[in-house]
């Protein structure tokens, strides 16, 4: 099985940057995607980015394009969100996701969706004030 342990969240301002991690540990061979989700006070848990393992491909929600940059380390396990131009409604919860295996629906690639991963990390805070 996999685990998953988030970390690099905090405080910023407003046009500031992060990086998170998420270190996987486990059966990590078996990992297809890994993804990150958030969740902001209120609201929904949403999809912010994801990427396959193997072939590195990338998912991004629009909102976040240009700013932030999912990228993968196979040999540390590791999955890293760098986040640049940070704005105050970025503020939320995130969370690091595992997918263990390709899920489709109709030809579509279901990434951008809660339902394509299995093992979800504790979540770390990210706070971005103006």
């Known amino acids: 099985q996999v685990q998953l342990v988030e970390s690099g969240g905090g405080l910023v301002q407003a046009g500031g940057s992060l990086r998170l991690s998420c270190a996987a540990s486990?059966?990590?061979?078996?990992?297809?995607?890994m993804g990150w989700f958030r969740q902001g006070p209120g609201l929904e848990r949403e999809f912010v980015a994801a990427i396959v393992m193997s072939a590195g491909s990338t998912y991004y929600r629009d909102s976040v394009k240009g700013r932030f940059t999912i990228s993968r380390d196979n040999a540390k396990n590791t999955v890293y969100l760098q986040m640049n131009s940070l704005k105050p409604e970025d503020t939320a919860v995130y969370y690091c996701a595992a997918g263990l295996y390709r899920r489709t629906y109709l030809g579509t690639n279901l990434l951008t969706t809660p339902s394509a991963y299995d093992i979800w990390g504790q979540g770390t805070q990210v706070t971005v004030s103006s």
């Open positions: 486990g059966r990590t061979f078996s990992t297809y995607a």
